[in-house]
C-alpha cells in the first residue's frame, strides 16, 4: 500500500536530531464510540460523501469508479454510475475522486447535474484529471449525458487533492495538489505550487502550473471574469502555494476553509482568499523556521538530481536549500491552524514506527482528509468537522467568533480507520465517517497497524450540538 504523502524538504544535514520535550501528540485513547453505527460495509475506498436532496447519502468509489446512492437507515445501495474511463492504480490517489452536487439539484430540472472530477488516460498511457458534468435521470436514477467541464488537468498516483464543492457565487472551486513533486518516486520532479500560468498556456488550454492551487470555474468550465490576476494573468487559479489540499468548504457566512496535509509538521487549516499563497513549498505552517527547510532535490546542478539518493531525514550538499524566512510574499496568508509544529532538532524517527522502516507514520502529522464547515445550532462561529487518515479520528474545530481562528479542539470519534470523508444530517444530530477500504494507520498505542475496525464503510456517529 503507497504511503502517506511526506516531505520533500527535511530537516537539513547539519542540524543533529535530537528528541525534543511537549510536542503535542494525538490521543490514542480508546477506540470505542458510545451509538456508533455501521450504515454499510464492503466499499471501494469511497471518496466523497454528501447528503443528497432526496435523503439519501451520494458517494464516489475512488478504487471502485462508482457514485453510489445509499439509504442513510438500511445501508442499502444503489449504483448511478460506474466511470469506466476513470483510471486507478492500486495503492495510489487517483481514480474518481471529488463530487459536487448542483445547489439546485432536484429542484430545478435544469439544474439536475452532479460534477465529478476523476483521471483517465489521455494518450499514450498519460495520466490526467478532468472534471465532468453529469444529469441525473430521476426517473431511472442513474447519471448519464457526461460533459467535459475541464481537462487536461495534472494528475499522478500522489497529492491529487481533487476537493470539489460548490460556493455561494454559484461557481467551481476545486483543490489540485503539487502532485507528488520533489519528494519520494518524484523528487526529481519541479515543484510548481508557486509557478503561475502564462497568457499563452491559458490561450492553449495548458494547465501544467495548476498544480498545488485551488481553482476557481464557471459551471461550463470557464474562466470567471472576476478571478484574481495573478502575474498579470487571469486564469483558473484563485489561490497558490498548496501542497495537498483534501478538505474545501464554505461556512454559513460565506468563508471557505480548506484543510491541508504537510509534510512531516504542520497540517493546516486555511481560510482560502482570492489571489493568496500559501507558502509551499517555501513555508509549511508558519514561517517559523522550525523543522523545515526546503530542499529543491529538482534543482541539484553539480550532481544530477537522478543521481541521488532521496532520503526524508538527510539533504545531500548538491541540493539547493532554503529557510523559510528566506522567502517572502506580500500575498502570504498563514494558516489560522497547525497540527503538530515540533521545534527544529525534533527526531522523527520514532522507535515505535521502526519496524519495517514505518517512521513516517509517527511524524507528528495526522493527514487532515476532508473538512466540512457545520454551523448547526451554534453561534456565529460555528465548527469545521475534520477527518484524518493517520491517527483514525475525527476533530471538531471550534472557531471564534468571526471564524477566523480556532478556539478549541475537541474529539467526535475515533477508531483504528482511515477517516475519508464526512456529511452531517439534516438535523444536525448525525455525522456520517467514510472510511478508506485499506492502507496504514494508527492504532491506540499509536503504531502502525493495517488492520482496520472498518475497511470501506460509512460509519453513523451521533453529533452534539
Given at each position: 500500500?503507497?504511503r502517506?504523502?511526506i516531505a520533500?524538504?527535511?530537516?537539513?544535514?547539519?542540524?543533529?536530531?535530537?528528541a525534543s520535550?511537549?510536542?503535542?501528540r494525538p490521543?490514542?485513547g480508546?477506540?470505542t464510540i458510545p451509538?456508533?453505527?455501521?450504515?454499510?460495509s464492503g466499499?471501494?475506498d469511497?471518496?466523497?460523501?454528501?447528503w443528497?436532496?432526496?435523503?439519501?447519502?451520494?458517494?464516489?468509489?475512488?478504487?471502485?469508479?462508482r457514485v453510489?446512492?445509499?439509504?442513510p437507515?438500511?445501508?442499502?445501495?444503489?449504483?448511478?454510475?460506474t466511470?469506466?474511463d476513470?483510471?486507478?492504480?492500486?495503492?495510489g490517489?487517483d481514480?474518481l475522486l471529488g463530487?459536487?452536487?448542483?445547489?439546485?439539484?432536484?429542484?430545478?430540472r435544469r439544474h439536475?447535474?452532479?460534477y465529478l472530477a476523476?483521471?483517465y488516460?489521455?494518450g499514450?498511457r498519460?495520466l490526467?484529471?478532468?472534471?465532468?458534468r453529469?444529469?441525473y435521470?430521476?426517473a431511472?436514477?442513474?447519471?448519464?449525458?457526461?460533459?467535459?467541464?475541464?481537462?487536461?488537468?495534472?494528475?499522478?498516483v500522489?497529492?491529487?487533492?481533487?476537493?470539489l464543492?460548490?460556493?455561494?457565487d454559484?461557481?467551481?472551486y476545486?483543490?489540485?495538489?503539487?502532485q507528488?513533486a520533489?519528494?519520494?518516486?518524484?523528487y526529481c520532479r519541479?515543484?510548481?505550487?508557486?509557478?503561475?500560468p502564462t497568457e499563452?498556456e491559458v490561450r492553449?488550454r495548458?494547465w501544467?502550473?495548476?498544480?498545488?492551487?485551488v481553482?476557481?470555474?464557471n459551471?461550463?468550465g470557464s474562466?470567471p471574469g472576476?478571478n484574481?490576476?495573478?502575474?498579470?494573468?487571469r486564469?483558473?487559479v484563485?489561490?497558490?502555494?498548496?501542497?495537498?489540499?483534501?478538505?474545501?468548504?464554505?461556512?454559513h457566512?460565506g468563508?471557505?476553509?480548506?484543510?491541508?496535509?504537510g509534510?512531516k509538521t504542520d497540517?493546516e487549516?486555511?481560510?482560502?482568499?482570492?489571489?493568496g499563497?500559501y507558502g509551499?513549498?517555501?513555508?509549511?505552517?508558519h514561517?517559523?523556521?522550525?523543522?523545515?527547510?526546503?530542499?529543491?532535490?529538482?534543482a541539484s546542478?553539480e550532481?544530477p538530481?537522478?543521481?541521488?539518493t532521496?532520503s526524508?531525514?538527510?539533504?545531500?550538499?548538491?541540493?539547493p536549500t532554503?529557510?523559510?524566512t528566506?522567502w517572502?510574499?506580500?500575498r502570504f496568508?498563514?494558516?489560522?491552524?497547525?497540527?503538530?509544529t515540533?521545534p527544529?532538532?525534533f527526531?522523527?524517527?520514532?522507535p515505535k514506527?521502526a519496524?519495517g522502516g514505518l517512521y513516517?507514520?509517527?511524524?507528528?502529522?495526522i493527514?487532515?482528509?476532508?473538512?466540512?464547515a457545520?454551523?448547526?445550532?451554534?453561534?456565529?462561529?460555528?465548527s469545521?468537522?475534520?477527518?484524518?487518515?493517520?491517527?483514525g479520528?475525527?476533530?471538531r474545530l471550534?472557531?471564534t467568533?468571526?471564524g477566523r481562528?480556532?478556539?478549541?479542539?475537541?474529539?467526535v470519534a475515533?477508531?483504528i480507520?482511515?477517516?475519508?470523508?464526512t456529511?452531517?444530517?439534516?438535523?444536525g444530530r448525525t455525522?456520517?465517517?467514510?472510511t478508506d477500504?485499506?492502507?496504514?494507520?494508527?492504532d491506540?498505542?499509536g503504531?502502525?497497524?493495517t488492520?482496520l475496525?472498518h475497511?470501506?464503510?460509512?460509519?453513523?456517529?451521533p453529533?452534539?450540538?
Amino acid at each position: 500500500m503507497r504511503r502517506f504523502p511526506i516531505a520533500l524538504a527535511v530537516v537539513p544535514a547539519l542540524i543533529p536530531l535530537s528528541a525534543s520535550a511537549d510536542v503535542p501528540r494525538p490521543d490514542f485513547g480508546p477506540s470505542t464510540i458510545p451509538g456508533l453505527r455501521v450504515v454499510t460495509s464492503g466499499l471501494a475506498d469511497p471518496y466523497e460523501i454528501t447528503w443528497g436532496p432526496d435523503g439519501f447519502l451520494w458517494t464516489t468509489e475512488k478504487s471502485g469508479r462508482r457514485v453510489l446512492r445509499i439509504d442513510p437507515r438500511t445501508g442499502a445501495k444503489t449504483t448511478l454510475l460506474t466511470v469506466r474511463d476513470a483510471v486507478h492504480t492500486k495503492g495510489g490517489q487517483d481514480g474518481l475522486l471529488g463530487m459536487a452536487l448542483h445547489p439546485a439539484l432536484l429542484k430545478d430540472r435544469r439544474h439536475d447535474h452532479v460534477y465529478l472530477a476523476h483521471t483517465y488516460d489521455s494518450g499514450r498511457r498519460r495520466l490526467r484529471t478532468k472534471i465532468v458534468r453529469y444529469t441525473y435521470d430521476r426517473a431511472g436514477r442513474r447519471l448519464h449525458r457526461p460533459f467535459d467541464v475541464i481537462t487536461g488537468l495534472a494528475s499522478s498516483v500522489d497529492h491529487q487533492s481533487a476537493r470539489l464543492t460548490f460556493g455561494p457565487d454559484g461557481k467551481l472551486y476545486y483543490t489540485i495538489g503539487d502532485q507528488g513533486a520533489n519528494q519520494l518516486t518524484y523528487y526529481c520532479r519541479p515543484n510548481l505550487a508557486q509557478r503561475l500560468p502564462t497568457e499563452a498556456e491559458v490561450r492553449d488550454r495548458r494547465w501544467t502550473a495548476y498544480q498545488g492551487k485551488v481553482l476557481r470555474l464557471n459551471i461550463d468550465g470557464s474562466i470567471p471574469g472576476d478571478n484574481p490576476r495573478l502575474g498579470g494573468v487571469r486564469s483558473h487559479v484563485y489561490s497558490y502555494g498548496h501542497r495537498n489540499a483534501q478538505g474545501l468548504d464554505f461556512d454559513h457566512q460565506g468563508r471557505l476553509y480548506s484543510s491541508e496535509q504537510g509534510p512531516k509538521t504542520d497540517d493546516e487549516i486555511n481560510i482560502i482568499r482570492s489571489g493568496g499563497n500559501y507558502g509551499w513549498p517555501h513555508v509549511v505552517g508558519h514561517r517559523d523556521d522550525k523543522a523545515y527547510v526546503y530542499g529543491n532535490w529538482s534543482a541539484s546542478r553539480e550532481v544530477p538530481c537522478a543521481s541521488l539518493t532521496y532520503s526524508d531525514y538527510r539533504i545531500p550538499a548538491p541540493v539547493p536549500t532554503a529557510k523559510e524566512t528566506d522567502w517572502y510574499s506580500w500575498r502570504f496568508v498563514p494558516p489560522v491552524k497547525t497540527f503538530h509544529t515540533v521545534p527544529s532538532g525534533f527526531d522523527f524517527r520514532d522507535p515505535k514506527c521502526a519496524e519495517g522502516g514505518l517512521y513516517y507514520v509517527c511524524w507528528p502529522t495526522i493527514a487532515p482528509a476532508s473538512l466540512e464547515a457545520y454551523a448547526h445550532r451554534h453561534g456565529p462561529g460555528g465548527s469545521l468537522l475534520m477527518p484524518t487518515l493517520k491517527d483514525g479520528t475525527l476533530y471538531r474545530l471550534w472557531l471564534t467568533a468571526d471564524g477566523r481562528s480556532v478556539a478549541h479542539v475537541g474529539q467526535v470519534a475515533r477508531t483504528i480507520d482511515r477517516y475519508r470523508d464526512t456529511a452531517v444530517s439534516p438535523d444536525g444530530r448525525t455525522v456520517f465517517i467514510a472510511t478508506d477500504s485499506g492502507g496504514i494507520t494508527r492504532d491506540t498505542l499509536g503504531a502502525p497497524t493495517t488492520a482496520l475496525q472498518h475497511p470501506g464503510a460509512i460509519l453513523a456517529v451521533p453529533l452534539k450540538p
